[in-house]
């Protein structure tokens, strides 16, 4: 019978690091794995075509990994649900095929685990399951960090993929881990694993795997369950159920939660339908404020066109101003032009004058011009 060992856990959660531990027991990941990214440098170790499978899932529902709000089910009874299931029992033949012991990891599972569960089951594979548990202070600072959400959003995000995955496995003997304690001491899980799962372990690979893999320094937050029950913006119901899922990885066993279901269930749906309606508000001021913010980017709008006009009519205006400046400057050039031709006819003609009063017949004639003048002047007396 082939095998199957599902890691499931929110995003931020330490399913990476846990994934990647399953080598140590002789579990296959397969060759067509995710590349490391900067939020995740030594590696997410999750299927390619696994993740975008799950968002084609997803994206049926008109969804995406940060929908706030629990996947229709019924959607894949029919229409192309039924495909979709064809589509699934493909993938995990094709991944089981050269393998008898596959290993699988994406958070969007929490979320879909209905439906993988059950695909598990009709191609008779047995599946164990992995519970990675991590403070939601700590993931909602790291979706903070790495996604810009804000804190509330980011505890939602929690609880939905938390108690989706839990409704689905509360009946199913599972192991549970906890993301601060694994770090601490991943021996003591690996060996939980193996005597879990019957798997033997490899006492090289799993030094190996301390020594290369585990990096405390990559854990930026790290809070304790007194920071989360001080937290006053904590939601008081994520309090209480992440204190049953510490007590339930304690023990290592579902029974804490089982036997608070009922409980636990109504407070989820009371919860979950007051974050829905405060996110509903929260979308209706935001609306709001846009509305606000496009009318002031139309009035803006409306003067920004007026003062262009202005601008283009003055501009008009200084283009009609320098064609009067230029004809002007040409008019004033001819006039220059003229000045000078007539200061070099005055300065010839002076010549001249003085030439012919610098001339011998100038002078010889002198006392005839004498007595033309006193004859003159006779005449009129």
């Known amino acids: 019978m082939k095998k199957c060992i599902a890691v499931i856990g929110m995003h931020r959660s330490g399913t990476s690091a846990i994934t990647k531990s399953l080598e140590v027991l002789g579990v296959s990941l397969g060759d067509n794995l995710l590349p490391p990214a900067e939020d995740n440098i030594k590696g997410f170790f999750e299927d390619r075509e696994i993740v975008d499978f799950n968002d084609k899932i997803l994206s049926a529902a008109g969804m995406t990994w940060l929908s706030c709000w629990e996947f229709p089910q019924i959607l894949m009874e029919a229409g192309e649900g ?15 095929e050269e393998t008898s012991l596959w290993g699988i990891k994406d958070p969007r599972l929490c979320i879909l ?13 047995k599946t164990s399951y992995i519970f990675a548990l991590r403070n939601p202070i700590d993931v ?18 929690w609880l939905i993929y938390n108690f989706n995955a839990i409704r689905i496995l509360k009946n199913t003997d599972i192991c549970f881990a906890q993301y601060d304690n694994f770090l601490s001491n991943p021996d003591y899980y690996l060996d939980l694993f193996s005597r ?29 369950s007194e920071d989360l029950n001080n937290n006053s913006e904590v939601i008081p119901f994520i309090k209480f159920f992440y204190e049953i899922l510490c007590h339930a990885e304690k ?23 007051e974050a829905m309606n405060k996110m509903t508000w929260s979308r209706h001021s935001t609306i709001n404020m846009f509305n606000d913010l496009e009318r002031i980017y139309k009035d803006q709008l409306d ?25 002007l400057n040409e008019e004033i050039d ?13 300065e010839n003609l002076n010549s001249q004058i003085n030439t012919i009063y610098n001339s011998n017949s100038w002078k010889i004639t002198k006392p005839v011009r004498n007595l033309n003048k006193f004859f003159s002047n006779i005449k009129k007396i």
């Open 82 to 96: 039924k495909e979709l299931r064809h589509q699934a029992k493909k993938i995990v033949l094709k991944k089981t």
């Open 113 to 125: 685990l209905f439906f993988w569960k059950e695909i598990f089951q009709e191609l008779n594979i």
């Open 140 to 157: 909602c600072k790291s979706l903070e960090k790495r996604n810009n959400f804000d804190f509330f959003m980011g505890q939602i995000l």
């Open 196 to 224: 879990k799962f019957d798997l033997p372990s490899d006492s090289d690979k799993l030094e190996e795997f301390k020594k290369d893999f585990i990096d405390k320094n990559l854990r930026h937050s790290s809070s304790s």
């Open 251 to 273: 023990i290592q066993s579902m029974e804490p939660i089982t036997k608070n279901w009922n409980n636990l269930e109504y407070e989820y749906l009371r919860t979950l339908g």
């Open 303 to 327: 003067i920004n066109i007026e003062l262009n006009n202005a601008n283009l009519k003055v501009f008009e205006e200084n283009k009609s101003l320098v064609k009067s400046n230029n004809m």
């Open 334 to 346: 001819q006039l220059q032009t003229q000045i000078t031709q007539l200061a070099r006819d005055i």
